[in-house]
């Protein structure tokens, strides 16, 4: 949440050079609280395990959060708990043709990745909603394959096969730290990955739409904005809870897979050692730092929405 100062205050230059939230008193006099409107497109299989894992991360906000739960009406869920999926979700085709607008819009990743795109059943819907989000959302934030899918969709940002999975918990920079969504970070931090894609890096550099906001040597990319961080792609998963890597780790395991320990996040890289979570306080503050965004700058009218 802003704070409120007096614009004449010299504190007030320096924080707001710092994208630290203060408002002046003229804009709080002014300014209209609603209720953020939230659609979470959920690609995962696991999709309880998924759902209870954003929502921590989105419930760690003073903000009301109305969340709405979409689905690819075109895919048969094979996972989710029986009638789950009819309760509380609603299909993708719906939120179009009622006209449905959001606040945010985050779209999971998938485990789909080593398909084209165009070979995944569901691309045609998926990409539906993606052309759909840019009239009728404020921001969007692409998770994993979800920011693959949607670097290309958008942009044509190929992906292509690593040597080897990226698999562990792995040190993080910013490049640009004073925006929205690194308020508060320090200069480095610790995200989880999994995934044995990569957007094409070079392809991300060379379009002027797109800003790299992190990435390192060994992993690649992991946040890109563009749209002045309207929308967001991040290639990793800052929501994943202690035990994520754990089990798809011994699910590999278990399918005769040719999988490594993931990388520094067994104490000793023992697999009988409990994980020790070092990723959970960086996750929350991006998480926030987005309500926070979309909060400030979200119309408060959905329908004076501009087209990204």
């Known amino acids: 949440m802003p704070i409120k100062i007096p614009q004449a205050l010299p504190a007030y230059n320096s924080l707001r050079g710092e994208n630290v939230f203060v408002m002046t008193e003229d804009r709080a006099e002014h300014q209209d609280i609603r209720p ?32 709405t739960f979409i689905r690819m009406g075109s895919h048969e869920s094979r996972n989710a708990p029986p009638g789950h999926l009819e309760k509380f979700y ?45 009239k009728n959302v404020f921001s969007i934030f692409h998770i994993c394959w979800g920011a693959q899918a949607g670097l290309y969709r958008h942009y044509g940002i190929p992906k292509k096969l690593r040597a080897r999975k990226l698999f562990g918990i792995f040190p993080h920079g910013v490049n640009e730290r004073h925006t929205a969504l690194f308020r508060g970070f320090d200069d480095e931090f610790l995200a989880p990955q999994s995934r044995h894609t990569e957007s094409d890096r070079d392809a991300i550099a060379a379009n002027p739409a797109l800003s790299i906001e992190s990435e390192t040597a060994e992993v690649g990319v992991f946040i890109a904005t563009a749209r002045e961080g309207r929308e967001i792609y991040v290639t990793g998963h800052l929501e994943y809870d202690s035990l994520t890597l754990d089990r798809e780790y011994h699910r590999d395991l278990a399918k005769g897979l040719d999988i490594a320990i993931p990388k520094n996040y067994y104490p000793g890289d023992d697999p009988a050692k409990a994980p020790v979570v070092r990723w959970r306080a960086h996750a929350h503050l991006f998480f926030l730092n987005w309500i926070n965004f979309v909060y400030q700058e979200t119309p408060f009218d959905l329908k004076d929405l501009k087209d990204l």
């Open 36 to 67: 953020l409107k939230v659609g979470i497109l959920n690609l995962m299989p696991t999709k309880v395990d998924t759902e209870i894992q954003i929502l921590r991360l989105l419930g760690n906000s003073p903000l009301q959060v109305d969340i």
């Open 90 to 134: 609603i299909n993708s085709e719906e939120i179009i043709a009622l006209g449905v607008r959001f606040d945010g819009l985050i779209v999971t990743g998938a485990p789909v990745e080593t398909l084209e795109f165009e070979a995944v059943d569901y691309w045609p819907e998926l990409a539906a909603v993606l052309d759909y989000s840019r």
